[in-house]
């Protein structure tokens, strides 16, 4: 069975803008992924992540962009036409954030 708590453990006891809690939520997404596990689950998970660290870190931050990118790579192998369209949006305003605070050689 997959472990579920992992990722909300990790998050809850070391705080969602821990590395090691970014670490565990992307390898939970990479294992419902590999697992074929619906991604339902790991979507919801990803938002609230995000919206923890847009919330503590800001917009902009690199760990928040990380997160970001994680939840628009399950919208995109989800198969939903909408959910896709909803993935390209949100990574298109990831890089031009990075780009933005970073440049675009970062």
């Known amino acids: 069975p997959v472990d579920r708590a992992g990722p909300h453990l990790c998050a809850a006891v070391l705080g969602p803008t821990m590395p090691s809690s970014e670490w565990s939520l992307s390898n939970f997404r990479q294992l ?5 596990r619906t991604s339902d689950e790991s979507e919801a998970t990803l938002r609230k992540f995000v919206a923890s660290k847009k919330e503590t870190l800001g917009e902009v931050h690199p760990s928040t962009l990380f997160s ?10 989800s198969g ?27």
Request: hydrophobic fraction near 40%; aromatic fraction near 4%; charge should be positive.
């Open 68 to 77: 970001l990118n994680n939840l628009a790579r399950v919208l995109q192998v």
């Open 80 to 106: 939903n036409p909408a959910k896709i369209q909803e993935a390209e949006g949100l990574l298109r305003w990831g890089l031009k954030s990075s780009e933005a605070s970073f440049g675009s050689h970062h």
């Open 32 to 36: 419902m992924e590999a697992t074929k």
